[in-house]
């Protein structure tokens, strides 16, 4: 028999720690992760989350970069990396934005 129950299931808890750390590990010896931001998204059948990230480094390659991290298959316990960006502020400048949904 299936029961009912009225208390929602728990959501998968928020992957913004565990990208930082990864994309920290992407990024290598020389770049640092500075301020980061999460805000919350949602759409008519997805829920997730922008994330943020300000780097800055010896020197970046806007598009080798974007194009190496969209090959990296990111490990997200109940989340799954939908799209990924990076923008070009300098050469040693850049932001990338993640946007996760609940698996």
Same mark, same amino acid.
């Given at each position: 028999?299936?029961?009912w129950?009225p208390? +929602? @299931? *728990?959501? $998968? +808890?928020?992957?913004? %720690?565990?990208?930082?750390?990864?994309? /920290?590990a992407?990024?290598?010896? /020389? &770049? *640092?992760?500075?301020?980061?931001?999460?805000?919350p998204?949602a !759409? *008519?059948? &997805?829920?997730? *989350?922008?994330? #943020? &990230? %300000?780097?800055s480094? !010896?020197?970046f390659e806007a598009?080798a970069?974007q194009? %190496?991290?969209? +090959?990296?298959?990111?490990?997200? @316990? /109940? =989340?799954?990396? +939908?799209? #990924?960006?990076?923008?070009? =502020?300098? $050469?040693?400048?850049?932001?990338?934005?993640i946007l996760?949904?609940?698996?």
């Amino acid at each position: 028999m299936i029961r009912w129950s009225p208390t +929602a @299931p *728990a959501r $998968p +808890a928020c992957p913004h %720690r565990r990208l930082t750390r990864l994309l /920290g590990a992407e990024l290598g010896e /020389g &770049f *640092a992760l500075g301020n980061s931001t999460l805000r919350p998204w949602a !759409s *008519a059948n &997805f829920v997730g *989350a922008r994330h #943020l &990230f %300000r780097c800055s480094g !010896s020197s970046f390659e806007a598009r080798a970069l974007q194009d %190496r991290l969209a +090959a990296v298959e990111w490990r997200l @316990p /109940g =989340h799954i990396v +939908a799209d #990924l960006s990076v923008e070009a =502020h300098s $050469p040693y400048e850049i932001t990338v934005e993640i946007l996760t949904v609940e698996d």
